[in-house]
């Protein structure tokens, strides 16, 4: 492995970790939205709240992360895809600050009526935020970003069936990784009616994750082949793993079983990701720029690999130990 | 391979410079807050534990609600100035990112270790013992620190930019990392940075407790509230302004221009004055007071010393000079207030131990919060604009930069909309925070603890 790719595995892990753990936070705020008028929402809500409230912030740190990897070690495919897809990335940054503002301040507001527009402006652009990320996430898998400055068309590069399917399938992969967290946290809570609720919600969800994937393969076909070509090539094995493990947490889920789903549902999104980064692969944007090409000199790509050493050090055990200790209060919590 | 950046659409530098300004400026509060804020409440929880003080543990539990606000939306701030790195500035990431991006990973290590303990402190409250909740807030105020030096240091390399080759096109080809961090400017704006994080945040705080003060609270809750973060900023100011005479010296060998412009230096030549105030219109400096001698002597302990004028300068090299030189005198007026005001109070508290009891002491004070961000603001002018029209400075010229993208301009409108909804709403919030009384600290009403 050259050191470009290796930095580029560590840039997709770090996407992996944003796909799954941001991806689950932006699903729960899903949740919200759809938790109905404030007394029949109030028990999801204040589930969904004392689930992310902890460890959104440092979920949303890899996102920083994503950035900064993306940036140094491949500064012309950041600045192609920044400068292609500057409408839907600047309409994700605009939903990424009201998403954040807005749930903070809905924690410290009183007023119901306060609660209810800071409640509505996290629950909304918590949906908003992963669809514009999924758009410009398919513009770049289709090949639709080439290397330059707004070089690519700056509408039809994420209007488009791919860049739309992409962005539907982030929207709800999220909400289906949430809805699953949301069932383990409620068992945690030894709350089975809130459970039940979630639960059928993530059937509901997984089921249309699935249905989008197979109508996905035809669109993909048709308006994205070499990425179609590389996924039902290169990728076949870890597509077929996504669709085993997705399978797999929706028997899990409707059985009612609670071990290991967690690990499962995130299993099938992590296959995902690696699939389609594997499919593109050599290219960093296909059809313009490989990894090697886009790379940044020797120095800053050791420089990056030393710092992701000293994050996995440091953050590893960290995050490990706000996870532990959240999950652990909230069993007490339930007692 | 050349990141070529093609044709500008008119108004986009504008339009851009704008919402870079606005979104940072606003960030740049947040993140003072984010460097110093957990330290002023590890202090006020230092003192709870070891002397069992209730109202130090009143202020610590209130401090840290308040931070979990500013933090949440420090970080999606912060976010978006991630984002615009590459929607705004293109042409600078995509030739020097290999470079200017290294301290932004270091940064990233620090933010995330900042966000984790946030929330287990946060989090922690009655669930952990006291002294290992205390501990839990350590690696926050640490994070602060090296966070600070790390983004400051990109910062620093715009200014003055080391730590890699350029080929023959342009393009960086090699890249060595410790020049980048370790570059002429980094020292003096990361000190000036942390302290001001320190001054901004202490003189903030402590002014709600001013007005609580001239509203009448005589207690002793109110009266620790003030003294914590008061006494740390006016620790730190004698300390900037000591900074700032080092960093002003610095720009004096590093960036002429800069250092013209912040002094309203005409012609290059010994003898230079400083001109409080007053501004230049057609190459001539109108109104203001000159102290003859003062620029030459402060740049270089001698007043025959040659400061560089603006006539040295070709006009396309020169930055915005009025602006650069009002910010850079607001800056100054509003340290060297607030240069008094920490000495009324250390003169006292050295004299008596005790408060200083003039109402006008705590009028000034109820003022120095806004004036520590003034202060912060025009400082970050002058080191953003006295660079101008560099962004790398004197190999990257700010229009090469900036993106070619044709919705700048709606992208802008639409920041400004959205930035004066959150100013107002975070103030909102948390001034209701502060009148939701003392009730709220009792029941665990902790940010994120449990359903009760």
New interface residues.
């Given amino acids: 492995m050259s050191r470009a790719e290796i930095v580029a595995a560590i840039l997709w892990l770090g996407v992996t970790l944003y796909a799954v753990l941001g991806g689950a936070d932006f699903g729960a705020g899903l949740w919200d939205l759809l938790a109905g008028n404030s007394t029949n929402g109030e028990p999801p809500r204040?589930l969904i709240d004392?689930s992310i409230?902890?460890?959104w912030?440092?979920n949303?740190?890899w996102?920083?992360?994503d950035?900064?990897?993306l940036?140094?070690?491949f500064?012309?495919a950041?600045?192609?895809?920044?400068?292609t897809l500057?409408?839907p990335?600047?309409l994700?940054?605009?939903g990424?600050?009201?998403?954040?503002?807005g749930?903070?301040?809905r924690?410290?507001?009183?007023p119901l009526a306060g609660r209810r527009a800071?409640g509505a402006t996290f629950a909304l652009s918590s949906v908003i935020t992963p669809f514009f990320l999924g758009t410009a996430l398919g513009a770049i898998a289709s090949g639709r970003v080439p290397?330059?400055?707004?070089a690519g068309d700056?509408w039809t590069s994420w209007l488009n069936p791919t860049s739309v399917l992409v962005g539907c399938l982030a929207v709800a992969t999220g909400a289906f990784v949430a809805a699953v967290f949301l069932v383990s946290a409620a068992r945690r809570q030894g709350d089975p009616d809130l459970e039940r609720y979630f639960r059928r919600r993530a059937l509901a969800v997984g089921s249309v994750a699935g249905g989008l994937s197979i109508v996905g393969l035809f669109v993909l076909a048709v308006d994205a082949t070499a990425l179609y070509n590389g996924l039902s090539g290169r990728g076949l094995p870890l597509v077929v793993a996504s669709l085993i493990l997705g399978s797999t947490s929706l028997v899990l889920l409707a059985r009612g079983i609670c071990r290991g789903i967690r690990v499962v549902a995130a299993g099938a999104v992590t296959a995902i990701v690696w699939g389609w980064g594997v499919a593109q692969l050599p290219a960093i944007l296909p059809g313009s720029l490989t990894i090697e090409?886009a790379a940044?000199?020797?120095?800053?790509l050791?420089?990056?690999i030393v710092?992701s050493i000293?994050?996995a050090v440091?953050?590893g055990p960290?995050?490990g130990?706000?996870f532990i200790?959240?999950g652990r209060?909230?069993l007490?919590?339930g007692h | 391979?050349l990141?070529?950046?093609?044709p500008l659409p008119p108004a986009n530098l504008l339009a851009a410079r704008d919402q870079m300004a606005v979104t940072l400026g606003f960030h740049i509060v947040l993140a003072c807050l984010g460097v110093a804020f957990p330290t002023l409440l590890l202090i006020a929880n230092w003192r709870a534990i070891r002397s069992s003080d209730a109202d130090a543990l009143r202020l610590a539990r209130r401090w840290s609600?308040i931070i979990?606000?500013t933090?949440?939306?420090g970080?999606?701030?912060?976010?978006?100035l991630?984002?615009?790195?590459?929607?705004l500035w293109?042409?600078l990431?995509?030739?020097?990112?290999?470079?200017y991006?290294?301290p932004?990973?270091?940064?990233?290590?620090f933010?995330?270790?900042e966000?984790?303990?946030?929330?287990?402190y946060?989090?922690?409250w009655d669930?952990?013992s006291p002294w290992t909740h205390f501990l839990s807030g350590i690696?926050i105020a640490l994070s602060g620190f090296g966070g600070t030096f790390s983004v400051v240091t990109a910062n620093a390399w715009m200014n003055q930019p080391a730590g890699?080759t350029l080929g023959a096109d342009g393009q960086?080809?090699?890249?060595?990392?410790l020049g980048v961090i370790f570059n002429n400017a980094t020292w003096y704006e990361a000190g000036h940075m942390f302290l001001a994080a320190y001054m901004v945040t202490g003189f903030l705080l402590a002014s709600t407790y001013a007005v609580g003060r001239l509203r009448g609270r005589m207690d002793r809750y109110t009266r620790l509230g003030f003294i914590i973060p008061f006494a740390v900023a006016a620790i730190a100011t004698p300390l900037q302004i000591g900074m700032g005479d080092i960093a002003a010296r610095a720009v004096f060998t590093d960036q002429p221009a800069k250092f013209a412009a912040m002094e309203l230096v005409q012609t290059t030549g010994p003898n230079t004055p400083v001109v409080v105030g007053g501004i230049l219109i057609d190459g001539r400096v109108v109104g203001g007071l000159p102290i003859p001698g003062l620029g030459s002597l402060l740049a270089g302990f001698n007043t025959a010393t040659v400061v560089h004028g603006l006539d040295g300068i070709a006009p396309a090299d020169q930055p915005p000079v009025n602006i650069v030189h009002l910010a850079w005198d607001t800056m100054l007026s509003a340290g060297f207030g607030l240069l008094a005001l920490a000495a009324w109070f250390g003169l006292t508290w050295i004299r008596r131990r005790e408060l200083p009891t003039s109402r006008w002491f705590y009028r000034f004070a109820a003022v120095a919060g806004a004036a520590s961000v003034v202060a912060l603001e025009a400082g970050w002018i002058v080191t953003e604009v006295g660079r101008q029209p560099w962004i790398v400075y004197g190999l990257l010229r700010t229009v090469d930069a900036v993106?070619?993208?044709?919705?700048?301009i709606a992208?802008f409108v639409?920041v400004m909309v959205?930035y004066l909804i959150?100013g107002f709403?975070?103030f909102v919030?948390l001034r209701?925070?502060s009148r939701?009384g003392a009730d709220d600290t009792a029941d665990g009403g902790e940010?994120?603890g449990?359903?009760r």
């Fill in positions: 204040a004392a409230g902890p460890v912030e440092a949303h740190t996102l920083i992360f950035l900064v990897i940036w140094s070690a500064p012309l950041f600045a192609s895809l920044m400068s500057f409408v990335l600047t994700a940054a605009f990424i600050i009201l998403r954040g503002a749930f903070a301040f924690k410290y507001t009183r800071f290397a330059g400055n707004a700056p090409a940044a000199p020797s120095g800053t050791d420089a990056l710092i000293a994050a440091t953050i960290s995050l130990l706000l200790l959240d209060s909230r007490q919590a | 391979m990141f070529d950046l093609g609600r979990a606000v933090f949440a939306v970080a999606v701030s912060g976010t978006v991630s984002f615009e790195m590459g929607l293109p042409g990431m995509g030739r020097f990112g290999a470079a991006g290294i932004f990973a270091i940064e990233g290590i933010f995330f270790l966000a984790i303990f946030i929330a287990i946060i989090y922690g669930r952990l690696p890699f960086v080809t090699d890249v060595q990392p993106t070619r993208a044709p919705g700048a992208s639409v959205i959150l709403a975070t919030v209701s925070m939701q940010p994120y449990p359903r």
